[in-house]
């Protein structure tokens, strides 16, 4: 299942909805739907157990954004202009997610939902009372609007909703869903996730007396019916949230707890280091920490000291994930499997892990790594059942050899690695000729560039170069602005540059964005390799009409051991939990949900007492 997040309390919309069979004739409309069972909350429950229901209100929170923003409007984000990272909390969607629970949802602006037995359409009701920050109720022509936008403008929800035929009005407050056959398990559930939109202000016109085009970027502040509204912004630099007095959802069972901050403000920087420096300067609140090194040697200021500002970790057991240098498959280089294997084999990551990690990280290897899903030894059961179907597709050593990473760290093994990588670059096709490694047909050099644009990731980038130099590949490294990176990757203008892919505890129809021979060549989708294969095709069709939970694990084990086989990557590393810094003026609840890791600033409230003693109170 997919992640549509605008912002970092939109964070709570990765978690994914299911629901339980039921025959036609016992179709029933449900407050709360799971893959896994019933709900846990019943239909009258007053809030979710992990919310402190009395949390105060008042305070602002200041987060930190990087790079810059010229866009409100959701519906061409990923194809058009940099969106502005708290959007999200303006919108709403359907359903909205438990997290206590795995691939649970409950209902938001739906109030019920129902589908048949065999999945070929789904239902929603909406709410009674919810409406615009204008005051207007929210109608079924609002989703199916938003539903046709979405899909048509973005390339995420055209895969991801791909077999989704049409959305029409079938009640006075109900929505129906048809889909193109009968059998995707997923799809009555997914549904529920995108952001529904206001059709009668995006038809409408703009404070200048234009008309508004919902295919275009713009500044003008948005309308929804979430529980903050757009107060301020400095294009490009500060955008700022208040919260909404009369918020229409404030005592729906699901925000009890919840939208505690008066004030939700977004700083943004270009610089990592800068951002840094900010946090010890007092310039925003709550830091997500993603670098070990920072982690161990940057907190060492008087803040941490004397406890104005709190260390703390969070385990991250909702998702899994693979982090990895990316290759691009389109360019002809990096077409044969041998030399991708090769640029792993060059890769000394337990060097790096010791020298520049600090020893904290593990290395990835799964595209679901840290879940259920994640292949390990030899295929067995349902699992070689399912790959003895592409038998014909995928290689004969996938049924015998279990993928691994090269092991580096200590000069034998390195010399041994490069020895291996030369080797196999040789049979591949490209010899060293003038000390230069050379297509032998094309006389092409082997030359890479390595794109980001983090500059905190240049040093890994450059603790790489060297070994692959050694193999007489020429090496640029290049660290461009976050603005100019998105339209590199838009434009699939790249040689080796690194992503990350999230994945749900359930997943579905997003594999086909991510991984799908469909999405290979749509710009602005999430299939950075470019991926074409066959196999890969109809193993993401496996997951998707998967029958029961055992039948999704095998299949997604048997796709995780496909993608591994061709090393369309080079893995990176993973820590298993979320390091955070923030300044002493926030209190959370005494039980933590289990799956959303810091959940910050989701169920957290401001606490005048603590923000006393910073000498600094917001």
Not at 21 to 33: K, L, T
Not at 81 to 89: C, D, K, M, R, S
Not at 530 to 555: M, N, Y
């Amino acid at each position: 299942m997919g992640r549509f997040a605008f912002s970092v309390l939109g964070v709570v919309l990765a978690l994914i909805c299911g629901m339980p069979r039921a025959s036609a004739e016992e179709a029933q409309w449900r407050h709360g739907v799971s893959l896994m069972g019933e709900p846990k909350y019943p239909k009258e429950f007053k809030h979710f157990e992990y919310v402190n229901p009395n949390a105060p209100k008042g305070g602002t929170v200041r987060l930190a954004a990087a790079g810059s923003f010229d866009n409100f409007n959701p519906v061409v984000a990923g194809v058009k202009g940099q969106l502005e990272a708290g959007v999200g909390l303006v919108y709403e969607t359907l359903l909205s997610p438990a997290l206590d629970e795995v691939s649970t949802a409950y209902g938001l602006l739906a109030e019920a939902v129902r589908y048949p037995a065999d999945y070929a359409s789904v239902t929603y009701r909406l709410r009674e009372g919810a409406r615009w920050q204008d005051g207007k109720p929210v109608m079924p022509e609002d989703v199916v609007f938003s539903f046709d936008a979405l899909k048509a403008n973005s390339p995420q929800y055209a895969f991801y909703f791909a077999h989704v035929t049409k959305a029409e009005k079938t009640g006075e407050r109900d929505v129906t869903f048809t889909f193109d056959a009968p059998g995707n398990r997923e799809l009555p559930q997914i549904v529920g996730q995108f952001i529904i939109l206001p059709k009668h202000w995006w038809e409408g016109k703009g404070a200048d007396g234009k008309a508004r085009d919902i295919t275009q970027t713009t500044l003008e502040p948005p309308m929804g019916s979430g529980a903050y509204r757009l107060k301020s912004f400095t294009a490009g630099r500060t955008a700022s949230y208040e919260r909404v007095k009369d918020y229409w959802g404030a005592a729906v069972p699901l925000n009890v707890g919840t939208n505690n901050f008066d004030e939700v403000r977004y700083e943004y920087f270009r610089d990592t280091t800068v951002q840094l420096e900010a946090l010890k300067g007092d310039q925003y609140d709550f830091r997500l920490e993603n670098s070990a090194k920072n982690w161990a040697t940057a907190y060492d200021f008087p803040a941490v000291k004397d406890g104005r500002i709190v260390r703390e970790e969070f385990a991250e057991r909702a998702s899994g994930r693979m982090q990895a240098f990316v290759f691009n498959l389109r360019r002809e280089k990096f077409q044969d499997q041998r030399v991708r294997r090769a640029f792993n084999l060059a890769f000394d990551f337990e060097e790096m892990n010791k020298t520049v990690f600090y020893g904290a990280y593990k290395r990835i290897k799964s595209y679901y790594q840290g879940t259920e899903l994640a292949s390990d030894g030899v295929p067995e059961g349902l699992e070689k059942d399912i790959l003895e179907s592409v038998k014909a597709l995928v290689p004969a050593s996938l049924f015998t050899t279990p993928f691994t990473n090269p092991v580096n760290g200590t000069p034998q093994l390195v010399r041994d690695n490069l020895r291996e990588a030369d080797k196999i670059l040789k049979e591949a096709g490209w010899e060293i000729r003038d000390g230069k490694r050379t297509n032998a047909k094309s006389g092409e050099a082997m030359v890479v560039e390595l794109l980001a644009y983090d500059s905190t990731f240049e040093r890994i980038l450059l603790f790489w170069k060297p070994s692959l130099e050694r193999l007489g590949i020429g090496v640029t490294v290049r660290v461009v602005d976050a603005a100019q990176y998105e339209n590199r990757m838009r434009e699939f203008d790249y040689d080796i540059t690194t992503d990350l892919w999230g994945q749900s505890l359930s997943p579905g129809n997003e594999q086909r964005e991510y991984f799908g021979s469909a999405a290979a060549d749509v710009k602005g989708s999430r299939n950075t390799m470019g991926i074409k294969d066959k196999a890969v095709d109809a193993l993401i069709d496996r997951i998707i009409f998967a029958k029961d939970r055992a039948e999704l694990i095998a299949a997604t084990k048997a796709l995780d051991r496909v993608l591994l086989a061709y090393e369309f990557v080079v893995p990176q590393w993973t820590y298993g939990f979320s390091r955070t810094a923030r300044w002493d003026r926030f209190s959370h609840p005494e039980t933590m949900p289990t799956y959303g890791a810091s959940a910050f600033p989701v169920i957290w409230w401001y606490d005048e007492a603590k923000a006393l003693k910073t000498a600094a109170s917001k």
